[in-house]
T-cell receptor, first 112, second 119 residues
Framework: GDSVTQMEGPVTLSEEAFLTINCTYTATGYPSLFWYVQYPGEGLQLLLKATKADDKGSNKGFEATYRKETTSFHLEKGSVQVSDSAVYFCALSDWGDDKIIFGKGTRLHILP | KAGVTQTPRYLIKTRGQQVTLSCSPISGHRSVSWYQQTPGQGLQFLFEYFSETQRNKGNFPGRFSGRQFSNSRSEMNVSTLELGDSALYLC??????????????????FGPGTRLLVL
């Protein structure tokens, strides 16, 4: 079945460092790919999405490109801030199916 | 536009009891999905309702059930609670897609969740 694998955390970086969180997926159809973020004590917020191959999703300085050839959707940010500390979930929603399949999440700590 | 709201935010129950959680979607959204989040299993899909009908279901036992009302509000019920049911239960709503049109993959918006503790 469909699945999402993302790098395990926690990931600890200093402020202004470059961030990459790896995410790969397996899917039988034509999935849309998402990154969600969960701040402490809150629900999930959609960070960005891409609906087809080579699409780039971007928001708040974060970017991810839908790579069909490598089945990847890595999250990047050029200069992280303390306020980016949260848990990040890579996810997919496959063709003809509204449910979202999530990765295990990666906890990110940004040190001032 | 108000976001997805869930009530209650926190709940403590004992084993064997049953619980009902409520979710009010964003105004105009007709699809509501439920997810369970635990440290061990992560985020897992429970079920999805659209126009008062269950449209999709995850791999959870029959103790987990749900329903949706004509105003799109949804409830989920867990009967005969077990310790392992302790989790954050998240509800998500999305704008209407009467058919699963792959050209219109609508975004799901999540509520803050209900944190359930089973003792």
């Amino acid at each position: 079945g469909d699945s999402v694998t993302q790098m395990e955390g926690p990931v600890t970086l200093s402020e202004e460092a470059f961030l990459t969180i790896n995410c790969t997926y397996t899917a039988t159809g034509y999935p849309s790919l998402f990154w969600y973020v969960q701040y402490p004590g809150e629900g999930l917020q959609l960070l960005l999405k891409a609906t087809k191959a080579d699409d780039k999703g971007s928001n708040k300085g974060f970017e991810a490109t839908y790579r069909k050839e490598t089945t990847s959707f890595h999250l990047e940010k050029g200069s992280v801030q303390v306020s980016d500390s949260a848990v990040y979930f890579c996810a997919l929603s496959d063709w003809g199916d509204d449910k979202i399949i999530f990765g295990k999440g990666t906890r990110l700590h940004i040190l001032p | 536009k108000a976001g997805v709201t869930q009530t209650p935010r926190y709940l403590i129950k004992t084993r064997g009891q049953q619980v009902t959680l409520s979710c009010s979607p964003i105004s105009g959204h007709r699809s509501v999905s439920w997810y369970q989040q635990t440290p061990g299993q992560g985020l897992q899909f429970l079920f999805e309702y659209f126009s008062e009908t269950q449209r999709n279901k995850g791999n959870f036992p029959g103790r987990f059930s749900g329903r949706q009302f004509s105003n799109s509000r949804s409830e989920m019920n867990v009967s005969t609670l077990e310790l392992g049911d302790s989790a954050l239960y998240l509800c998500a709503s999305t704008s209407p897609t009467p058919t699963r049109d792959i050209t219109r993959r609508e975004t799901q918006y999540f509520g803050p969740g209900t944190r359930l503790l089973v003792l």
